[in-house]
C-alpha cells in the first residue's frame, strides 16, 4: 500500500494500491489500464443508502461501458460481507452488481483517497473506526484524477451526475472545447479560451461570440461522440 504524503487534488497522478475485491484481487493502475475510471465509496455494507447507490449504478453500467469507463466501488467491510449484499441490492434494485467492490475493512484505500469523515465524529464502526464518505473519482486512462465529488453519508449521489461530467471531460478532450452550466450530449458548447477566432473559425464554423470570453458553438455531427 502506498502513502498519501501530499492531497489528492485535480490533475495528480491516482495512488496506486493493491486490494481484494468482490472479482478477485486487483493491482489498481494494472486495473485502469488504458480505461476511464469510475472509484466511488460507500459507508458501510447493508445501509439503506448505499443499497440503492450500488443498484442504480449497476443498472447504468452499460452506459459508462459505451464510454470505455470501468466501475469499481469500495465499502469499509471485507469481500465476504460485499459478497452478501450484492445478493440484496440485486433484489431491491433489480441490478446485478458485476464490477469489483473493494473490501476494505481497515480504510487503507480510504485513507490513501482521504475518503473519510472528519465532522460527523458519530460515524464510526463499533471499534472507533471512521467509516468512509461518498467520495467519487473519475480517473482518465494516463491515471489523472479528473473529478473528485464527496457527498456526506446520508446523501445519495446522482448516477446520471457522474456519466454527464464523463461525457463533458471526454468530449472536452477531443474537441478543445469546455462546457457550460447544465451541459447534456448535443448541446452546444462553449470554445476553449486557448483557441482563437481565428482558428475557431476552421474548427466551428458555426460558433457565436456573446462575449469576447464567451463563445458557444454546436459541435459538427462527427464531434458529437465522446468516447
Not at 109 to 118: E, K, T
Not at 138 to 157: F, N, Q, V
Request: include cysteine.
Amino acid at each position: 500500500m502506498a502513502d498519501r504524503a501530499t492531497p489528492l487534488r485535480l490533475g495528480s497522478i491516482a495512488p496506486n494500491f493493491d486490494a481484494e475485491t468482490t472479482n478477485g484481487p486487483i493491482n489498481f493502475h494494472d486495473f485502469i489500464g488504458d480505461n476511464w475510471v469510475v472509484l466511488f465509496s460507500h459507508p458501510e455494507d447493508y445501509t439503506p443508502v448505499c443499497t440503492t447507490e450500488l443498484g442504480a449504478f449497476a443498472k447504468l453500467e452499460p452506459e459508462f461501458t459505451k464510454r470505455g469507463v470501468k466501475l469499481i466501488g469500495l465499502s469499509a467491510n471485507t469481500v465476504e460481507s460485499h459478497g452478501g449484499w450484492i445478493k440484496d441490492i440485486a433484489e431491491v434494485s433489480g441490478g446485478k452488481v458485476s464490477f469489483p467492490i473493494i473490501g476494505d475493512k481497515q480504510r487503507q484505500v480510504a485513507y490513501l483517497y482521504d475518503m473519510l469523515d472528519h465532522q460527523d465524529t458519530t460515524n464510526v464502526d463499533s471499534k472507533g473506526i471512521a467509516f468512509t464518505i461518498r467520495s467519487v473519482f473519475i480517473i482518465d486512462p494516463k491515471k489523472t484524477i479528473r473529478l473528485i465529488l464527496s457527498y456526506p453519508a446520508s446523501t445519495g449521489r446522482n448516477t446520471a451526475e457522474v456519466l454527464r461530467v464523463v461525457d463533458s471531460l471526454q468530449t472536452g478532450d477531443k474537441n478543445r472545447i469546455t462546457t457550460p452550466i447544465n451541459w447534456l450530449p448535443g448541446d452546444d458548447v462553449i470554445v476553449h479560451p486557448s483557441v482563437s477566432n481565428e482558428l475557431a473559425k476552421e474548427l466551428f464554423p458555426d460558433f457565436k461570440i456573446v462575449k469576447p470570453y464567451l463563445r458557444f458553438t454546436p459541435l459538427p455531427k462527427e464531434k458529437t461522440s465522446a468516447a
